[in-house]
């Protein structure tokens, strides 16, 4: 039976999987103190892999973060200090013992929707996740785009007519900040609030949705994508999928791409770093 060990590895919570077969037979997970340095996270890493050091099968690791030659970069060092060019992948290799396969968390879960979900099919495909931030994977001809210099598919930091980047306006936080400066208790309640008529709170709510739908027209014309799964907390909440739908349906057909909800949840990013080390892709 074909073995695989994979992690996923977030600013707060690590989780490790063993799939036999292309199938999670197995699972744990262990809340990530990231905000206390990068050799912490190693640690939780080494922790979790203790029951599967006797299981000889390759193992792929996804991470939050700018990768470039296995060191990690977080932009964000209020929620990751201390990870700047950090050494991770000979780190964690080190720390378990065998080689492993290394990409950031938003590219996993695109090849695992490629490979198990959504994208199944596709030469061209486009994961998004949107929730606290956004992030993006890309496929193109069949394989997962990853570039030298470690962004692949940073559609978050692209840049908005409204000044500052994609991100700024159209993840969670954004709504979040949106609802505190217009009454609303939160982000969730404003949402809340458009899916009942509130018709300022859906003013409101698309707007970052708007942008969202501008991004992807451009990049349907430029890369010529066929599809592209919506995912992350907010990106998968009921409503959220039509109203991108509505908001990319004024633009003319050359701007089109399929629009889906990604199918693996919050596993994408464990199956597409299963399925990176199984063709050992961004092994050392």
């Not at 209020?78 to 080190?94: C, E, L, N, R, T």
């Not at 949106?178 to 018709?199: C, F």
Request: hydrophobic share 45%.
């Amino acid at each position: 039976m074909k073995k695989t060990i994979a992690f996923d590895i977030g600013g707060t919570c690590s989780r490790i999987a063993l799939f036999e077969n292309g199938k999670i037979t197995w699972r744990d997970d262990l809340r990530t103190q990231s905000q206390e340095g990068p050799q912490t996270v190693v640690d939780a890493a080494k922790q979790l892999f203790q029951p599967l050091r006797g299981i000889d099968a390759p193992v792929g690791v996804a991470v939050t973060g700018q990768i470039v030659d296995g060191c990690v970069t977080a932009h964000n060092p209020g929620i990751m200090p201390g990870w700047h060019g950090f050494p991770f992948q000979d780190a964690v290799a080190a720390a378990l013992e065998r080689p492993i396969a290394l990409a950031n968390d938003a590219r996993a879960a695109a090849w695992g929707e490629y490979c198990f979900g959504a994208g199944k099919g596709m030469d061209e495909f486009l994961f998004v996740t949107v929730s606290t931030g956004v992030g993006a994977g890309l496929v193109l001809n069949g394989r997962l785009h990853l570039a030298r210099n470690g962004f692949d598919a940073e559609m978050g930091e692209m840049r908005v007519p409204e000044g500052g980047t994609l991100e700024d306006h159209a993840s969670g936080t954004a709504l979040s900040r949106a609802a505190a400066a217009h009454g609303y208790e939160n982000g969730k309640a404003l949402a809340d609030a458009a899916d009942a008529g509130d018709e300022r709170a859906e003013a409101l709510y698309r707007q970052g949705i708007r942008l969202v739908a501008a991004k992807l027209a451009d990049l349907a014309v430029m890369l010529g994508i066929q599809r592209a799964a919506i995912g992350g907390g907010l990106g998968l909440r009921a409503g959220y999928l039509q109203r991108l739908k509505e908001e990319m349906a004024a633009y003319p057909s050359i701007y089109q791409m399929d629009l889906v909800a990604a199918e693996l949840g919050a596993d994408a990013g464990l199956y597409g770093a299963a399925a990176l080390a199984d063709s050992g892709l961004g092994t050392s």
